[in-house]
């Protein structure tokens, strides 16, 4: 499957222990990943780069850094994730499906969040 016409955002802080596992869930999954960092400290910025992530300076704040993130896409759909955040098995044919629809050209979806 190619990658799908989304802008993954993440907003992050010091997020260097687990953004790497995200980012490598997202490889090719998705058209662009953008990483708000608020000011990370820790090689948060230099994980995001090694992963390819478009990483940009943002205030700190979650609604600050995402507004900032959309504000930077290219893509037609955005993905709001946590830095610790890894999609499920089937997300990619989930938002693949839920974008090809006309009907959801203007709604929001979401998805279920579990623990492991």
């Known amino acids: 499957m190619r990658p799908l016409p989304v802008s993954a955002l993440i907003p992050t802080l010091n997020a260097a222990a687990s953004l790497g596992a995200t980012l490598a869930a997202l490889q090719g999954q998705v058209a662009e990943t953008i990483i708000a960092d608020g000011g990370s400290t820790d090689g948060t910025c230099d994980i995001a ?56 050209r203007r709604e929001a979806g979401y998805f279920r969040f579990t623990l492991d």
């Open 49 to 104: 780069t090694q992963y390819g992530a478009r990483v940009i300076p943002a205030d700190r704040g979650r609604g600050v850094q995402l507004r900032a993130a959309a504000e930077a896409a290219t893509q037609p759909w955005l993905l709001a994730l946590h830095a610790d955040t890894r999609p499920g098995l089937s997300w990619q044919a989930a938002i693949a499906d839920f974008i090809s629809r006309p009907e959801t």
